[in-house]
């Protein structure tokens, strides 16, 4: 088993997109990338802590590449925004790669560069920041496949 770590918006719906990957055995929502430990879900909201809304990804990379896992980050959300996603604003809502290997952080650099050059985002840019794991802290319970818990398709509408 290997473990990836992203952020891409309101977690529930980058943890069911996640979820839906062949290979991917298990996910868990939490908060990454900030300097308070063990922060709570209102915490984070006050966008004091650093934290970004995450999903740790544990797959088997004899089923699915980090590679192809980098393909699904960038299609379920749009990189080119800056902290925030649709309705959601804060940098909590950032979008963000958390590698934990140089080899992941070669991946996501080149994968981001292939998308930048694709023509596919136009002439925006990508916003997503590729930065070192941090310490993830699993959100609150309640927070766990959510959207599968509420019979929901999307975080919003």
Not at 23 to 34: L, R
Not at 62 to 83: A, G, M, R
Request: one cysteine or more.
């Amino acid at each position: 088993m290997e473990k990836a770590t992203f952020a891409a918006g309101c977690f529930w719906g980058v943890e069911a997109g996640f979820r839906a990957v062949k290979g991917v055995q298990e996910t868990a929502v939490g908060y990454a990338g900030g300097t308070v430990p063990n922060p709570t879900y209102e915490q984070i909201c006050t966008h004091l802590t650093g934290h970004a809304e995450a999903v740790e990804v544990h797959f088997d990379p004899q089923v699915v590449s980090y590679e192809q896992l980098l393909d699904v980050f960038w299609k379920i959300h749009d990189p080119t925004q800056v902290n925030r996603q649709g309705p959601d604003v804060g940098s909590n809502y950032r979008s963000a790669i958390f590698f934990h290997s140089p080899e992941q952080q070669q991946a996501a650099q080149t994968s981001r560069e292939h998308l930048q050059k694709s023509g596919k985002l136009g002439d925006r840019k990508i916003a997503t920041q590729i930065v070192p794991a941090t310490p993830f802290y699993r959100a609150e319970e309640y927070h766990q496949r959510y959207l599968e818990k509420h019979s929901r398709a999307a975080c919003h509408g």
